[in-house]
C-alpha cells in the first residue's frame, strides 16, 4: 500500500480582495504555517495568481509546480498542481479547457464569466514506482447549467486520459456532493471523500446559506474511500484564516 496526503486549496484571489487581513502578503504567514504542519504531498490549487508566486518562493523550495493561466483578459487565475519533489516525479501535465473546444486556449461556453480550465498531471511516486494522475480544476461559480457542460467535459478528459495506480480530483466545484457535476465524476469510479457531514467549506454565511450548509470544495479518489480520511482545516494558523474557503486534507491509501 502507499500512502499520499492531499490537500484542495482554493487560495482567495488577490484581485479583488487586496484589503485588510483578505490581502494576500497577510495570509502568506497562514498559508505558510498551515502547509509546515499539515504537510501535504499533492495540492491543488485555485483562484493562484501570478502575483502570489514570489510569496510563496519558500514553499516552492520543495514543492514543484505545474500548470498554465486560464487565458482570462483580467484576473488571470492558475489551477495549478503543487508536489513533493523529495517524493515525486513529474512525468507529464497539460491544462485543458473546460468547453467545446478543451485544447484552445483562453475557449469557453457561454455565460461563463471566465474560462474554466483543468490541469492534469501523471506522477510517479519514487519510492514505489507508482504512477498517479491528478486532475485539479475550478468550475463556473455562477450558473449550475454551465457546471454540468463543464464537468461533463472534464469527466470525458480523465476518462480519456487518465493512467496509472490511482486518479485524484481535486477542486473548488461551486456544487455540493450529489449535485449533477459531482453525479458525472462518479459514474467514472470516482469517491467522493467530501460528503454532507463536512459541512460548509466556506467561511462567508451567505455562501454558506446559499448551499445549504454543504461542501462546495471535493477531492474524489478512484480507490476505496473507506481506506481514506478527509478533514476541514476550519481553524486559524498564525492568527489568521489562510483563505476564504475551508482547505481540505486527505490521507488517501491506496
Known amino acids: 500500500m502507499t500512502n499520499c496526503r492531499l490537500m484542495s486549496l482554493n487560495m482567495l484571489t488577490d484581485g479583488l480582495y487586496n484589503f485588510g487581513d483578505s490581502r494576500f502578503k497577510i495570509r502568506i504567514k497562514a498559508l505558510r504555517q498551515m502547509l509546515q504542519e499539515t504537510e501535504p504531498d499533492l495540492i491543488g490549487t485555485q483562484e493562484l495568481t501570478e502575483r502570489m508566486k514570489p510569496y510563496l518562493e519558500k514553499e516552492l ?18 489551477s495549478a498542481i503543487l508536489y513533493r519533489k523529495d517524493r515525486y516525479e513529474l512525468l507529464n501535465s497539460a491544462t485543458f479547457w473546460l468547453s467545446g473546444t478543451p485544447g484552445k486556449a483562453g475557449s469557453r461556453f457561454f455565460l461563463s464569466q471566465f474560462p474554466r480550465i483543468v490541469t492534469m498531471a501523471y506522477l510517479r511516486e519514487k519510492e514505489s514506482g507508482k504512477v498517479i494522475s491528478f486532475y485539479n480544476t475550478h468550475l463556473d461559480h455562477n450558473f449550475a447549467s454551465v457546471r454540468i457542460k463543464q464537468a461533463a467535459v472534464l469527466a470525458e478528459i480523465i476518462r480519456r486520459t487518465k493512467k496509472g495506480t490511482a486518479v ?14 459531482l453525479k458525472q465524476l462518479d459514474v467514472l469510479g470516482l469517491h467522493d471523500l467530501a460528503d454532507d457531514r463536512l459541512g460548509s467549506t466556506l467561511r ?20 476505496d474511500p473507506e481506506k481514506c480520511s478527509v478533514e476541514k482545516l476550519d481553524r486559524k494558523f498564525a492568527g489568521y484564516h489562510p483563505t476564504d474557503h475551508y482547505p481540505l486534507l486527505a490521507d488517501i491509501e491506496f
Open 61 to 78: 523550495e520543495i514543492y514543484g509546480m505545474t500548470g498554465d493561466g486560464r487565458g482570462s483578459v483580467f484576473s488571470d487565475e492558475y
Open 168 to 181: 485524484f480530483v481535486s477542486g473548488d466545484f461551486n456544487d455540493v456532493p450529489d449535485s449533477e457535476p
Open 204 to 223: 462567508g454565511k451567505i455562501g454558506s446559506a446559499a448551499h445549504k450548509q454543504k461542501p462546495i470544495d471535493h477531492i474524489l479518489v478512484s480507490c
